[in-house]
Structure formats: structure tokens, C-alpha cells
């Protein structure tokens, strides 16, 4: 009895102190935020509209989630909440235009990742209802002025279609800002490099990629057949056909409302993906795109925009110079291509977008457009520029407050607002930061 009683004694203290874990983890955890109740003006800021002037000691006014006024001389409700933001700078929210976020949590946990389906032939995953508003990662990518991403799925061959996504809300539904934004294809590399870590010979490669290429012919040719089938459904003596949601989420593709996102890096893949997008009547977005810059008059005239992805990277191939991929973003707004600048697709890298763009802006892309590449032309990209991108009466009030210049690192986001609402801007690096901040404190106090 005494042994079974001294056990519970030593188990009590133990399971009291992991509910006491469980409770301040989850008491320190940012808590989406309420619907905005009343206007709320930030005043004295330097406003950055990026579709207009940069306006210094301005105003932005913001009324059930839309902003309602921007300049000098505007006029504030008088039940507006005032916030004085002097000194301080103010910003649309960033847009990550090609993430994984929501879909993808720890890369060792299988059970933490949704960011890729089995097979090759997913166009029916929608990435919007596989979000997880609980992610770790979402608060962290605000606190880096992230205030939507084009979450996206990445397996296969056609991966699904990807969703703007906000970075706060309790249900995916509540997250969802547009769905879909386009269908993404992981193109298949078109030229063979021989490797002796490689497995395949090269016709066993070339029979691999036209195989590839030859099912995703076949997908859009069964969806058009689909298509067809369906429609006659209409007409007396035509059989039913079984919904197949595979072709169904095809159709917005073949009626050109939204585009096809391709993965492409290397020359042959993007002029591959151009001339497959020409034959099929589907709009076309590039994705990655570091070769981008050998065809800008073909991507000029076509009219077809190119995501950057992750510029603070390498060049692909040893003979080229180190700042081919920094260069990249100058290159295509000289050539007068639609671009934006995505980061890492990690998620857990989203925080480092304006390091991206920062990047770029070193080497021959303005600062100016650099801001634009993730904000207004970002959301051009992604189709959502009626809505945000931009500070200006009408649209939604996601606007971020900063201590400084947002592109320069050592500034900080201050407070991000999204679609009015007042984000909590508590997040588990800030909580680590205390964490060891006071471990240290407490080590110098036993000195």
C-alpha cells in the first residue's frame, strides 16, 4: 500500500504539471481576432499605397473591414478608434503568391503534411479545405507581414488547384479569400543529365517524361470528351453520364477563368509548357521560372506572367554567375513581363518574403517595383487585385504597421490588421525569444 501510495504521489505532481504545460501553451497561443466593430484610423504614418504617391503624416481610415479613406486631409468618424502610428511606416499586407502554407507543418511528421496527393492525376485536391488554421506556422508568417499566400498543393503531375488563403481565422472557410486560383502542373524536365547517382538510363528517362507528357495530354483530352458528355445529357436519349471530379475541376481550365499554374525552371521546360498551353487554349502562369529571362519577348507576347520563386537561391547550373537568380525579377520588369516574387514554398520559411524581395532590389530591380512584386502585381497575379494589394478607399483593409522601411531587415511589423480586424501578434519565436531571454536574465542574476 505505502509503495502503491508513494507511486501516485510522484505520478499526481506529474500529470498536474503536464496539464499546467498544456494550459499556458495553449494560453499563449494568438487567438484569430474579431470582426471589426467600429472605424479605426492610423494617423501620422508614412502611408505606402504602392498604386499611388507615398504619402508622409497621412491617415488611413477603415470602416467594417474596407478602407475608406487615405491621404492628409481626410475626415474620421467620431466614433473612430485613433491610433497614433508617427515615425512609423504603413504597408499593404505582403502576399506570398506560391506557398504551401496551411498544408504543410513539420517535414519529418507524415501526419503534419497535406501538401501532396498520392498518384499523378489530382486536379480534383483543393488546397483551401486542407488548411489548417491551427498551423504554428501561420503566426509567424504574419509576424513577417504575410497577410496572404498562394497556398498551393505540389505532388503529381497535376498537383489541384490552388487558393488565396488570410493569414487569420478559425474554419478555412473564414480563411478563404478566393478559391481557385488557378491548377497547378509540375512540368516533367525536358532534357536528360547524366549523373552517376541517377538509377535510369537515358531511354529509360525519355520513355519516363513522354509518359508523362502523354498523360497529361490525355487528361485534358478526357476532360474536353467529359465536357461534351455532360452537355448532351440535355438532349432526349442521351444516358447519364457518372460525375468524375477529376474532369470537373478541369472545366474552369478549359474555359479559361483560370489559369494553369506550370513548374518550370529550365528553358525547354517553360518554351514546352508555352507551346502545350497554345494547343490546349488555356491561360498559362509560370512558376519559378529561372530561365525566364532567355525568352522575355516570347513571355511579352503571349502576355504570360512568371511567379519568381525563391531568390535568395543558387544558379542551377555551375557556369552561370551568382547572381543570376537575384537578377532575375530586374531582368523581366525591363523586358515589361507581369511578375511577382514568391519566397521559399516551405512555409516555415514564409517569414523571409521581403528578404526576397529585398534581395531583388539589390540587384537592378527598384525598390519601388520591388514592393509591388509582393503586393500589387502579386495580387495581379493571383487575380485578387480588386480586392487587395494595394491601400486605396474600396479595398480591404489588410494593411500592415511597420517600424520602419519593410524591405529594409532590421524594421519590424509592428501590428498587422486583416480585413480590418486587429491580428494578435503573438507567435512561438516570440515566445521562445522570452522564453531564453529570461533563462539568461536568471543565469547573470547567480553570477
Known amino acids: 500500500m505505502n509503495k502503491k501510495a508513494n507511486r501516485q504521489n510522484r505520478i499526481l505532481p506529474l500529470f498536474t504539471l503536464h496539464l499546467f504545460a498544456v494550459f499556458m501553451l495553449m494560453a499563449s497561443d494568438p487567438i484569430p481576432a474579431p470582426k471589426q466593430k467600429k472605424p479605426l484610423a492610423l494617423t501620422g504614418g508614412t502611408i505606402y499605397t504602392v498604386s499611388g504617391p507615398v504619402i508622409p503624416n497621412g491617415t488611413v481610415v477603415f470602416d467594417k473591414g474596407i478602407i475608406t479613406a487615405v491621404g492628409t486631409n481626410v475626415t474620421i468618424p467620431a466614433d473612430a478608434e485613433r491610433i497614433d502610428i508617427s515615425g512609423k511606416s504603413v504597408y499593404p499586407g505582403l502576399i506570398d503568391s506560391y506557398s504551401t502554407m496551411g498544408l504543410k507543418e513539420i517535414g519529418s511528421v507524415r501526419g503534419t503534411l497535406d501538401h501532396s496527393e498520392a498518384g499523378d492525376m489530382n486536379s480534383n485536391a483543393r488546397a483551401e479545405v486542407a488548411v489548417h488554421p491551427e498551423s504554428k506556422l501561420i503566426p509567424v508568417a504574419r509576424s513577417g507581414g504575410i497577410t496572404i499566400t498562394g497556398t498551393t498543393p505540389v505532388g503529381g503531375l497535376i498537383a489541384g488547384t490552388s487558393a488565396a488563403i488570410l493569414m487569420d481565422g ?69 444516358p447519364r453520364h457518372d460525375t468524375d471530379l477529376r474532369w470537373e475541376a478541369l472545366i474552369p481550365v478549359l474555359e479559361r477563368k483560370i489559369p494553369v499554374w506550370v513548374n518550370a525552371n529550365e528553358l525547354t521546360q517553360i518554351q514546352a ?62 523586358a515589361g513581363i507581369l511578375f511577382c516574387i514568391s519566397g521559399d514554398t516551405d512555409p516555415s520559411n514564409a517569414r523571409n518574403l521581403n528578404h526576397h524581395a529585398a534581395t531583388a532590389a539589390a540587384f537592378g530591380l527598384s525598390k519601388e517595383d520591388a514592393l509591388k512584386a509582393v503586393t500589387l502585381d502579386a495580387a495581379r497575379v493571383l487575380g485578387i487585385d480588386s480586392l487587395v494589394g494595394s491601400i486605396e478607399p474600396g479595398k480591404q483593409a489588410t494593411v500592415l504597421v511597420v517600424s520602419g522601411d519593410i524591405l529594409e531587415l532590421s524594421s519590424t511589423v509592428e501590428q498587422v490588421y486583416i480585413q480590418g480586424k486587429t491580428v494578435d501578434m503573438r507567435n512561438m519565436h516570440k515566445r521562445l525569444y522570452d522564453k531564453y531571454t529570461e533563462k539568461y536574465r536568471q543565469l547573470k542574476e547567480t553570477e
Open 170 to 238: 478559425w474554419t478555412w472557410e473564414e480563411m478563404t479569400l478566393k478559391a481557385p486560383l488557378g491548377l497547378t502542373v509540375n512540368w516533367p524536365t525536358m532534357i536528360y543529365t547524366a549523373s552517376p547517382f541517377s538509377r535510369q538510363t537515358k531511354e529509360e528517362w525519355m520513355k519516363d517524361r513522354d509518359a508523362r507528357l502523354k498523360a497529361l495530354n490525355d487528361a485534358f483530352a478526357a476532360a474536353r470528351a467529359y465536357v461534351i458528355a455532360k452537355r448532351a445529357e440535355q438532349s432526349k436519349g442521351i
Open 273 to 334: 509548357a508555352i507551346t502545350w498551353a497554345e494547343k490546349e487554349n488555356v491561360r498559362l502562369i509560370i512558376v519559378g521560372g529561372r530561365d525566364a529571362w532567355r525568352i522575355t519577348n516570347q513571355l511579352k507576347a503571349k502576355n504570360i506572367p512568371v511567379i519568381v520563386t525563391d531568390v535568395l537561391s543558387s544558379p542551377s547550373r555551375r557556369w552561370e554567375e551568382y547572381d543570376l537568380v537575384y537578377s532575375l525579377p530586374g531582368k523581366l520588369k525591363e
